[in-house]
């Protein structure tokens, strides 16, 4: 890790995106105190963790990797443990567990439950003591298509109707750009990208490519290179996008000049292309 | 954060937990054999039982307990409670809550000692319980016609649960430090095993494997006259205090958590 630093706004969805390995649960786990740093401090509402531990793990709630439930207790046992430690009033454990759709599990123990289940038993644990901050370590890892959105969608409520800030990580990035405000990109300890997810997408407009395709390419090809960078790929002639106005120019350029236009129009890369390319870059 | 919290939260783990099972069955074993023995062969143990009749019953007990079955079924307590947290993965979740590492500590180690007594009250319930009812199907055994001494059996319950000090306190730190349960368990018993074959070396008042088949042994010897603690109990409590302390520290000090 070197001088990472996360800005996280209050009542954000932090994306925390990296391929694997990139130290995305290194850093989490360090916030956390699970790992010792070896060097240097770790801060987290602008307080020292070393100093200050219980003080900051009082206001944070986590999910890291896996779902950490009891397997021999049912939902409210795993969450009576809770609510003692963090000092909650009872209510806090029906109210969660509505929060979750886990309301009418019953005596089932946890362990019977599908892995979807597991996982927002484990949010429910880290909602438990209404926590400012909610640190989600690929929390839909291993989820089938219903549960990701399921844990999509609870995130979402939580920050809309709680305003509690979230800390979420992952390596699908496409998950990412569906529930966050902001993001951080992290590759082999370091930061690469941080911003909101509108500058991301601003990036990515930078990147895209328009997309041009014709009755007779090697002509039109004649007729643009001398006014724009453009390569050849298949069969369609790509040129770097900067506005709409330049499609139009291109578009009448050729179609004066008696080529036929069939398809243009500008390709964004997407948002794995975006990384593969800063992290590339790196 | 107060402890009590901590042991209260342990203790809801604790629930239905095999160690939980271990401990009751564990300690119905011996006394159920006995009930059965007292069943099926009154004629040859009531001759046997006439003078103490409660004494010889509990120290018949206790040696077939002390000697082996106590120490293991304390091995696998240690490996059983800690193994709750490796198991379902929940380290992290423990660590990442607002509690000191004193109290995760403590509150753990407490919540094994505290299964070790439930053992120990439930092993003596169940004596009390298999010559109470040997006693109601056949009315020649003497039990309810005499009283307990009761001072006797609180004293071999204390020496005993002393005595197993030492061991809680090795295999609490060897059960923190392996994730793999099989590991701190194989560890204990080869010790077990090697205690007891070093029992009558001068020095196997210095094994801590030995110390309850030692206390078991003083206490039919006789040992009612001496001093309440002997030199292996004693022992049994300095090995306790410096592996809890070692046990902590090593947890405290660990790179890696949870």
Not at chain 1, 57 to 80: C, D, F, M, W
């Amino acid at each position: 890790m070197d001088n990472v630093k996360l800005d996280v706004p209050q009542g954000s969805i932090y994306g925390f995106l990296g391929p694997n390995g990139a130290g995305k649960t290194t850093t989490l786990r360090l916030l956390l105190g699970l790992l010792r740093n070896q060097q240097g401090d770790i801060e987290i509402f602008g307080k020292s963790f070393s100093s200050q531990r219980i003080e900051i793990l009082k206001r944070l709630g986590s999910l890291i990797e896996q779902p950490s439930l009891y397997g021999h207790l049912t939902a409210r046992e795993n969450l009576e443990i809770y609510r003692r430690i963090y000092k909650c009033n009872k209510l806090r454990v029906e109210e969660v567990l509505k929060l979750v759709g886990l309301e009418n599990t019953g005596k089932k123990k946890a362990k019977q439950f599908s892995l979807g289940m597991k996982q927002r038993l484990s949010i429910a644990v880290a909602l438990l003591h209404q926590p400012e901050l909610l640190i989600l370590d690929e929390p839909t890892n291993g989820l089938d298509p219903n549960g990701i959105i399921e844990v999509r969608e609870l995130l979402k409520k939580l920050n809309k109707e709680f305003g509690t800030t979230v800390l979420v990580s992952s390596h699908i990035l496409n998950e990412v750009e569906r529930m966050a405000t902001h993001v951080g990109i992290i590759h082999k300890g370091k930061m690469l990208f941080q911003g909101t997810l509108h500058e991301l997408q601003q990036m990515k407009t930078k990147q895209a490519e328009l997309e041009i395709e014709t009755n007779d390419n090697s002509r039109a090809v004649q007729l643009l290179q001398a006014e724009f960078s453009l390569q050849q790929k298949e069969n369609k002639i790509l040129i770097p996008f900067k506005n709409n106005e330049q499609s139009a120019k291109i578009n009448r350029l050729l179609v004066q000049n008696g080529v036929d236009v069939f398809a243009l129009h500008p390709q964004q890369s997407d948002l794995e292309q975006l990384f593969l390319d800063i992290t590339s870059n790196n | 954060m107060s402890l009590s919290i901590s042991i209260r939260t342990e203790l809801i783990k604790a629930k239905r937990s095999s160690a939980f099972w271990l401990c009751l069955i564990g300690s119905g074993f011996i006394p159920a054999i006995f009930l059965i023995m007292y069943l099926v062969r009154p004629n040859k143990i009531i001759p046997t039982l006439t003078e103490h009749p409660w004494e010889s019953h509990f120290e018949k007990g206790w040696q077939s307990f002390a000697a082996f079955l106590l120490p293991m079924f304390v091995i696998l307590v240690c490996s059983m409670i800690p193994q709750i947290e490796f198991k379902n993965n929940t380290w992290k979740q423990v660590f990442a809550s607002p509690q000191s590492l004193g109290n995760i500590f403590f509150s753990k180690f407490t919540t094994i000692l505290l299964m070790v007594l439930f053992l120990f009250f439930m092993f003596n319930f169940f004596m009390f319980g298999n010559a109470v009812l040997a006693n109601l199907i056949f009315k020649k055994y003497p039990f309810l016609s005499q009283a307990p001494d009761w001072i006797s059996l609180l004293k071999i319950n204390l020496k005993t649960f002393v005595s197993l000090l030492g061991i809680i306190s090795i295999q609490y730190w060897l059960s923190l430090r392996f994730k793999n349960f099989i590991v701190p368990i194989a560890i204990g018993l080869a010790l077990l095993i090697t205690s007891l074959i070093l029992l009558q070396w001068e020095h196997a008042d210095k094994i801590p494997f030995a110390f309850p088949l030692l206390t078991f042994i003083s206490m039919s010897d006789g040992g009612q006259k001496s001093s309440l603690f002997q030199n292996h109990e004693l022992n049994s409590i300095g090995y306790f205090i410096f592996f809890t302390a070692l046990a902590f520290f090593d947890m405290k000090y660990r790179k890696e958590r949870g």
